[in-house]
Nanobody, 119 residues
Framework: QVQLEESGGGLVQAGGSLRLSCAAS????????MGWFRQAPGKEREFVAA????DYADSVKGRFTISRNNAKNTVYLQMNSLKPEDTAVYYC????????????????WGQGTQVPVSS
């Protein structure tokens, strides 16, 4: 089992950057596929990026970068050129086996970190 905790969210102006972090507990972090998702007010949770496959949502390609540091049990989401439509609560998620863009495929979730982007 793994526990996840996101950090790094906060208010940012359009065009700005943020780096989100997701710290994981457990000794087997490197065996988990990790992903980032987000949920805007009134919308369903949606895929943002997955580390193993290198997949990104079309809406963030070229602006967001996912990475991980297994020595620190941490996965990151570097977000550049932020837009107001990126405003959401961002969640990291973990699952055994390979990465997936589907919410329902992930077994473990963090509590989320808010990212409001002002215009």
């Amino acid at each position: 089992q793994v526990q996840l905790e996101e950090s790094g969210g906060g208010l940012v102006q359009a065009g700005g950057s943020l780096r989100l972090s997701c710290a994981a507990s457990g000794r087997t972090f490197s065996t988990y596929a990790m992903g980032w998702f987000r949920q805007a007010p009134g919308k369903e949770r949606e895929f943002v990026a997955a580390i193993s496959s290198g997949d990104y949502a079309d809406s963030v390609k070229g602006r967001f970068t996912i990475s991980r540091n297994n020595a620190k049990n941490t996965v990151y989401l570097q977000m550049n050129s932020l837009k107001p439509e990126d405003t959401a609560v961002y969640y990291c998620a973990a699952r055994r086996a390979y990465s997936s863009p589907r919410v329902k495929d992930y077994d473990y979730w963090g509590q989320g970190t808010q990212v409001p982007v002002s215009s």
